[in-house]
């Protein structure tokens, strides 16, 4: 059937679908895949390397287009009229709308208009473009769709100047619990580091530390007494 490509583009092109219409897209990415793992005997460890470095290089590949593209534009689009656009969507669409403005060259009128170029690329077609020169206007970012965007546009969200203080969670018992004038909760608080992940010491642990102490003075202070007393004798 001669007429059939014409058939299914009539309405096929009534969708989006930016230029893809074919299956080898898919069928391309499957056979580079087959060519990065050349065998099928590898083990599991083997393959998820390779695949991430088939990732890593097309990320790569893909990082290089981007920034070329921000570097370097199509000579068709130098002019004021795309002002908006350069640097901020790929040259492919920048020579599809190139295309487009060229058909306006044609002394013949343009025939009526389909919106099929509009609805199927995302891109200006030539009786949008005439309407702009008309207008004496430029082309907007808003007049391309999102997926020729060399980077994608995140909504700006409003944050209040002043923040309110966050509130510090602290380790151990409430501030308003411990005991107060405590030179031994002072000492502890200052050997402990700020980053250190031991929890401070509760009330019990705290008498407990003093007793032992306090017990240990007693101990070196009777010591003192009984030498002292020895060396009286003599």
């Known amino acids: 059937m001669p007429w059939k490509r014409l058939l299914v583009r009539a309405y096929v092109d009534h969708y989006l679908h930016l230029g893809n219409t074919v299956t080898s897209r898919a069928e391309g990415s499957h056979s580079q895949l087959k060519s990065t793992l050349r065998v099928s005997t590898g083990d599991l460890k083997n393959v998820f390397e390779k695949i991430e470095l088939l990732l890593d290089r097309q990320h790569t590949e893909h ?36 295309e487009q403005q060229h058909r306006l060259a044609n002394p013949a009128p343009l025939p009526a208009c389909t919106m099929a170029f509009r609805h199927s690329m995302g891109l200006l077609c030539a009786h949008q473009i005439q309407e702009l020169l008309q207008q ?59 980053s250190s992940t031991r929890r401070d010491a509760s009330a019990f642990e705290q008498v407990g530390v003093r007793t032992r102490r306090q017990a240990a003075a007693a101990a070196v202070e009777t010591r003192r007494t009984a030498r002292d007393r020895r060396n009286c004798d003599v």
């Not at 070329?68 to 640097?87: E, K, N």
């Not at 923040?163 to 030179?183: E, F, H, I, M, Y």
């Open 63 to 98: 990082e290089g287009g981007i920034a070329r593209d921000q570097i370097r534009s199509p000579h068709t689009a130098r002019g004021p009229l795309y002002c908006q656009l350069l640097g901020r969507i790929s040259n492919f669409a920048l020579g599809k709308i190139g």
């Open 136 to 194: 004496n206007q430029v082309f907007q970012l808003d007049d391309v769709h999102q997926h020729w965007y060399l980077k994608p546009q995140t909504p700006v969200t409003m944050q209040p100047l002043v923040l309110d203080p966050v509130v510090a969670q602290t380790r151990g018992r409430p501030t308003a619990l411990k005991p107060k004038n405590c030179s031994f909760t002072h000492a502890a608080n200052t050997r402990q580091a700020a």
